[in-house]
């Protein structure tokens, strides 16, 4: 049985700090990129940041010098840590598991709420 399942999430004020973690289960994690998205109420899910298998990141650029992705492949643990945040990052986040291969799922955490006061 495949779980994602975030936690970290929280209140924070403006220029605080927070460290998301996803752990998984029932799959290969190592050998999955993984991404974390966020959607604030009335836009569109966005992609914030993401890890390949081997350990590259990328960011969108408004968290860029911010947010810091990791993988812990012995934990099966991915986590993204939220420094200097702004009202702007308040959203659910999701952890998002992307295959190596076309055929393959694609897997999604069931979200965890992050909110910034100013």
């Known amino acids: 049985q495949v779980q994602l399942v975030e936690s970290g999430g929280g209140l924070v004020q403006a220029g605080g700090s927070l460290r998301l973690s996803c752990a998984v289960s029932?799959?290969?994690?190592?050998?999955?990129?993984m991404n974390w998205y966020r959607q604030a109420p009335g836009k569109e899910r966005e992609l914030v940041a993401g890890?390949?298998?081997?350990?590259?990141?990328k960011y969108a650029d408004s968290v860029k010098g911010r947010f810091t992705i990791s993988r812990d492949n012995a934990k099966n643990t991915v986590y993204l840590q939220m420094n200097s945040v702004k009202p702007e990052d308040t959203a659910v986040y999701y952890c998002?598991?992307?295959?190596?291969?076309?055929?393959?799922?694609?897997?999604w955490g069931q979200g965890t709420q992050v909110t910034v006061s100013s």
């Open positions: 029932g799959f290969t994690f190592s050998i999955y990129a």
């Open positions: 998002n598991a992307d295959p190596p291969l076309r055929f393959m799922r694609d897997y």
């Open positions: 890890i390949t298998s081997d350990g590259g990141a």
